[in-house]
């Protein structure tokens, strides 16, 4: 199985970006779906996720910022991120459960900064 992130890049603060990353592979039940950013000398943190049912959680610093959405044909999650701000500045990866193992995407590099 492997993980493609794509959309990651520079937006000003208060901008908007959509992280978008595609499973391919010997793909045939995904499960939940996952973001997750780092930031140098940090632990990689939730950033938001998203059932097979499409319940969807997120971190608190998110919350009605960010939305995550899958399209199941596609084998795909994505992330809309609005209203970004520099403390949102980390690489950004990709994460889906299945058959009891995770996969993970290589990261995309969101830079937010004036």
């Known amino acids: 199985v492997q993980l493609q992130a794509s959309g990651g890049g520079v937006v000003q603060p208060g901008g908007s970006l959509r992280l978008s990353c595609a499973a391919s592979g010997r793909i045939f039940s995904i499960g939940a779906m996952y973001w997750y950013r780092q930031t140098p000398g940090k632990q990689r943190e939730m950033v938001a996720t998203?059932?097979?049912?499409?319940?969807?959680n997120y971190a608190d610093s998110v919350k009605g910022r960010f939305t995550i959405s899958r399209d199941n044909a596609k084998n795909s999650v994505y992330l809309q991120m609005n209203d970004l701000k520099p403390e949102d500045t980390a690489v950004y990866y990709c994460?889906?459960?299945?058959?009891?193992?995770?996969?993970w995407g290589q990261g995309t590099q969101v830079t937010v900064s004036s």
């Open positions: 994460s889906i459960f299945q058959a009891g193992y995770v996969y």
């Open positions: 998203i059932t097979s049912g499409g319940t969807t």
